[in-house]
């Protein structure tokens, strides 16, 4: 009786314990593994909402069970950062990275500390480049060009009307450079990544109605025909002659003044321009030498009489401080603007107008630039 009595006490904590070992088990959720429900925004007033993919650089939740022990987390071929704060047994808070993939596998993957892996359907959204800015529309046949937009990720193909591809020299999200290839002709420039195409709307080269190209010998004009030159130590031409200014300002300068009667070519201003000024841009390419002061203002008229008219309907183009560094860039302002205080109309001199271009607000300096090809183009 005594050894029964034995047996019997030295079996029952094992009893027990093999009884509180497969309670225990039976509460582990998925058995112990890691297991993920579905992912969603951290906004609470959307927890709801499932969801199947995201952009690049979002805040996103994974919602699981068993998920503590997670040690990294990848989105195709490209790990996240993650933040010990933000990781639970029941979820993880982790943001998409910022670098696009190289191999699409629309998988999120969880690599966990025990060397095990979990693997969930979820894919990157990334957006099609966006082609904002050709920073200078005239640059040259083997002269870099700087586009500026975004989403511009490798591998990227530029490609300039005519079918010619560009030799991309430098890449970052939102500016890529290109050598302009041999063969670009005037139109449209397209970037196409792995996730889409995008088309300038600007054009590069871009000849429509261009009315000051300073190529034909000026007649008529009353300031600026003596400042245009083909050539300069300082400043290489981007499509022949240019007018170039290097000299002290103090409170009045003409730069380019032609009544409608000259050799100016206005009449390639198109009528509806000056009837629906809001559909069109004033466009001409700058290059200082030296940078504009903070306060410098270049007054714009295109009207009927240049005097008195210009000083009462011009507009006063606040430019600010301007640093293109030597280099030549295209300026846009709203034509909407030029036009605003004129009293020009289409059927006006038979479609030509008096233009003054002038300085006579802003501190003194030296004004020390060039500037070509102005034309009315459509935005």
């Known amino acids: 009786m005594r050894y029964l009595k034995y047996i019997v006490t030295l079996f029952i904590p094992i009893i027990l314990g093999i009884s509180l070992t497969s309670c225990q088990e039976d509460d582990l959720v998925n058995n112990g593994k890691p297991v993920i429900y579905y992912i969603r925004v951290t906004d609470p007033a959307e927890a709801d909402v499932a969801l199947d ?14 998920l503590g022990d997670v040690r990294e987390i990848w989105f195709n071929d490209q790990s996240a950062i993650l933040n010990p704060a933000f990781i639970s047994d029941q979820s993880i808070l982790v943001t998409t990275p910022n670098t696009p993939p190289a191999e699409v596998t629309d998988e999120l993957t969880l690599k966990f500390g025990n060397g095990g892996e979990l693997t969930h359907s979820f894919s990157i959204s990334i ?5 904002d800015v050709l920073k200078n529309e005239y640059a040259p046949v083997g002269t870099p060009l700087t586009i500026k937009g975004d989403f511009f990720f490798d591998p990227l193909v530029v490609t300039f ?4 591809e560009a030799e991309v020299v430098s890449l970052a999200q939102s500016e890529l450079t290109v050598i302009v290839p041999e063969g670009a002709a005037p139109g449209a420039v397209t970037v196409e990544t792995n996730f889409g195409t995008a088309t300038s709307s600007q054009m590069y080269y871009d000849t429509r109605n261009v009315f000051a190209d300073f190529e034909d010998e000026p007649s008529g004009w ?5 400042f245009i ?3 300069d130590p300082d400043v290489d031409p981007i499509s022949g002659r240019f007018i170039r200014v290097n000299q002290e300002y103090a409170g009045w300068f003409e730069m380019l003044v032609a009544p409608a009667n000259s050799s100016l070519a206005t009449g390639n201003i198109p009528a509806d321009a000056i009837q629906n000024p809001q559909k069109y841009n004033l466009k001409f390419e700058l290059n200082t030498v030296t940078p504009w002061a903070d306060q410098t203002v270049l007054k714009f008229f295109i009207g009927n009489e240049i005097e008195p008219d210009r000083h009462s309907q011009n ?9 293109t560094k030597g280099k030549w860039e295209t300026m846009s302002i709203p034509f909407e603007y030029i036009m605003a205080n004129s009293a020009a109309n289409p059927n006006t001199n038979e479609g030509k107008y008096a233009v003054s271009f002038f300085f006579n607000e802003g501190v003194s300096q030296t004004l020390n630039f060039a500037v070509d090809n102005f034309r009315v183009t459509p935005k």
Do not use: C, F, K, T
């Open 53 to 66: 993919s995201a952009y690049m650089g979002n805040l996103i939740a994974i919602v699981g069970d068993n």
């Open 127 to 131: 957006s099609a480049p966006r082609v």
């Open 161 to 164: 009307e005519g079918g010619v």
């Open 222 to 226: 009353w300031h600026g025909h003596l």
């Open 229 to 231: 030159v083909d050539q």
């Open 315 to 323: 507009y006063a183009w606040a430019s600010g401080a301007i640093d």
